[in-house]
């Protein structure tokens, strides 16, 4: 198979692209399901004495932890997209290699250049 810049941009980029899109599907809809059943757990009645006993306001506090949680995990997508461009992109290592190892001698800002 002959190198072309689309077949060597391609195999560059689609494991870490698949990687992220494939983790903010997994996070991301479970979130989404949550709240389209909002609407499934009413809040209970504001007047009842007892809320721990009411089956509707034990409803609603389980679905409000249990969406609280997902939460928190479909946040985590926007934590984790570094670290599984880190694991998944050569392309993406090298070039956090070179922008972090890059002394400030070497660097163009210090010679006094600017980008064009």
Same mark, same amino acid.
């Given at each position: 198979?002959?190198?072309? *810049?689309?077949? =060597? @941009?391609?195999?560059?980029?689609?494991?870490?692209? =698949?990687?992220?899109?494939?983790?903010?599907?997994?996070?991301?809809?479970?979130?989404?399901?949550?709240?389209?059943?909002?609407?499934?757990?009413? %809040?209970?009645?504001?007047? *009842?004495?007892?809320v $721990?006993?009411?089956?509707?306001?034990?409803?609603?506090? *389980?679905y409000? !932890?249990?969406?609280?949680? *997902?939460? %928190?995990?479909?946040?985590?997508?926007? $934590?984790? !997209?570094?670290?599984? @461009?880190?694991?998944?992109?050569?392309?993406?290592?090298?070039?956090?290699?070179?922008?972090?190892?890059?002394?400030? $001698?070497?660097? %163009?800002?210090? $010679?006094?250049?600017?980008?064009?």
């Open positions: 198979m002959p190198c072309t *810049v689309l077949s =060597l @941009y391609c195999t560059t980029l689609s494991y870490p692209v =698949l990687s992220c899109r494939a983790h903010l599907i997994i996070t991301t809809l479970p979130v989404t399901i949550c709240y389209s059943l909002y609407f499934s757990f009413p %809040e209970g009645d504001s007047d *009842v004495p007892d $721990a006993a009411d089956p509707t306001w034990r409803r609603h506090m *389980v409000s !932890n249990i969406r609280t949680l *997902v939460e %928190e995990m479909g946040l985590s997508h926007y $934590a984790c !997209n570094f670290y599984i @461009y880190l694991m998944t992109g050569r392309v993406f290592r090298r070039e956090l290699r070179r922008l972090l190892c890059r002394s400030d $001698a070497n660097s %163009e800002f210090a $010679a006094g250049q600017r980008l064009a």
